[in-house]
């Protein structure tokens, strides 16, 4: 009997985007007993699910999930609420799940929604398409199929000699096309292939590849519809790859600024200045620092793309220095 193996195919691309990958944690490695201190690693889970429940439209945010998992009350609506609550379970088991136990992500399945399903942690009793924005982009295989299929893609998972970097990016379009609970797919799908990076390089613990799809949304969905229309996980397994590279270089930016004081002068004026006054205006900036306003907006931009910076709460927001 011959064992089942998804459809695609490894491209010169992947095997690039592979090694660049490689190369990023490497250079991260040497360092992660710097890295992955204890408020880096809450940071970074926190990005992770806010991410994940913003792909599905919960936009409660990375400061009341803050404020949830310190066990403070929040308003918000109650199924949001419950969403952020099975969100923050399923992730606090995130280290003990074993990536090629199918119990184990049916077990997920049933922290992320419990409060949400009736039959959460159980599959689909009943057929499913998946839409977008133009109707039915999907239809998935019928219900009866959906524990064969899944038990074939966990032995597939399992006994595959496949590199797990490669792994992680088939299992996630698999998992989505065969879409096989009544809600928590998207989730679940981003969480797996979290745990099976982690499996690769425990580093992965601390890298919220989960907000970097957010940030990509779009080209999330289209390259699952590409690979549908393929019918080949191919295009997604490069847009994935190229996601985690994006994430695994945004962290190492973060570290490396920290830990080699790698920024300019002109970029530490500015960061100081945002802590001291988080809504700061780039004109005030551009005064105080003795640079014009267009050099303070690309210094700016540079360090948002280091993950050292970001703004919260849009124009009549504020600056959110990232950097301990």
Not at 36 to 50: E, G, H, M, Q, Y
Not at 186 to 208: D, E, M, N
Request: charged share 25%.
């Amino acid at each position: 009997m011959h064992s089942y193996k998804p459809p695609y195919t490894v491209t010169s691309r992947m095997l690039a985007l592979a090694t660049a990958i490689g190369e990023a944690l490497t250079k991260l490695e040497y360092e992660e007993n710097k890295i992955i201190t204890p408020k880096l690693r809450k940071k970074n889970r926190i990005k992770t699910i806010a991410g994940t429940l913003e792909i599905e439209g919960n936009f409660i945010g990375e400061e009341k999930i803050t404020a949830i998992i310190e066990g403070k009350r929040v308003l918000g609506s109650y199924k949001d609420i419950l969403e952020v609550e099975g969100a923050i379970e399923a992730y606090k088991a995130f280290e003990t799940y074993r990536y090629d136990h199918l119990e184990d992500l049916l077990y997920a399945h049933k922290l992320l929604m419990n409060s949400i399903l009736r039959n959460a942690g159980n599959f689909r009793s009943v057929n499913v398409g998946v839409g977008n924005h133009e109707g039915v982009s999907h239809v998935a295989p019928p219900h009866g199929m959906v524990p064969e299929l899944m038990q074939q893609l966990f032995d597939w998972l399992k006994n595959s000699d496949e590199h797990l970097l490669i792994k992680s990016c088939v299992f996630h379009y698999e998992f989505e096309f065969i879409h096989p609970f009544s809600d928590g797919n998207g989730r679940i799908g981003r969480l797996w292939q979290s745990v099976i990076l982690y499996h690769w390089k425990k580093i992965f613990s601390a890298i919220p590849t989960e907000s970097i799809i957010k940030e990509h949304q779009e080209a999330y969905y289209k390259a699952l519809e590409k690979a549908g229309s393929l019918g080949e996980s191919t295009p997604f397994v490069e847009f994935m790859l190229e996601v985690i590279l994006e994430t695994v270089e945004k962290v190492g930016n973060t570290v490396g600024n920290k830990v080699g004081n790698l920024l300019s002068e002109n970029q530490k004026k500015i960061l100081a200045l945002m802590k001291e006054n988080p809504k700061i205006s780039a004109q005030t900036l551009s005064e105080h620092v003795g640079i014009s306003k267009r050099k303070i907006e690309e210094n700016i931009a540079k360090l948002k793309n280091m993950g050292l910076l970001q703004r919260a709460g849009g124009t009549r927001g504020h600056w959110e220095v990232l950097t301990d």
